[in-house]
Nanobody
Framework: QVHLVESGGGLVQAGGSLRLSCAAS????????MAWYRQVPGKQRELVVG???????DYADSVKGRFTISRDNAKNTVYLQMNSLQPEDTAVYYC?????????????????WGQGTQVTVSS
């Protein structure tokens, strides 16, 4: 089991910055993928950015150049630095973790979600 706790959300004016943190209850060193998703009411949850255990990243086009994901394995924490925030970035941001294991049945994956943190960007 992995317990994820997000923090750092809040209200910010357009053009401002926030840094979200996602603290995991166990080592993230071997996590297959860690990511940030966001969701607004009435819409599907969407990927903001993911980072693999090897450090590869995948950003949504809408946040490229503005958001940066990083991971601190020593602190079991993943961060999302969000700059040049716009009203359309307003959403609940969720931390995501994926682990990979193997048994006689083959490779399997387990997915974990945090409880979410609200980010509101005013115009």
């Amino acid at each position: 089991q992995v317990h994820l706790v997000e923090s750092g959300g809040g209200l910010v004016q357009a053009g401002g910055s926030l840094r979200l943190s996602c603290a995991a209850s166990r080592s993230i060193f071997s996590m297959n993928v860690m990511a940030w998703y966001r969701q607004v009411p009435g819409k599907q949850r969407e990927l903001v950015v993911g980072i693999t255990s090897g450090g590869s990243t995948d950003y949504a086009d809408s946040v490229k150049g503005r958001f940066t994901i990083s991971r601190d394995n020593a602190k079991n924490t993943v961060y999302l630095q969000m700059n040049s925030l716009q009203p359309e970035d307003t959403a609940v941001y969720y931390c995501y973790a994926e682990t990979r294991g193997a048994d006689l049945g083959g490779t399997y994956y387990q997915v974990y979600w945090g409880q979410g943190t609200q980010v509101t960007v005013s115009s």
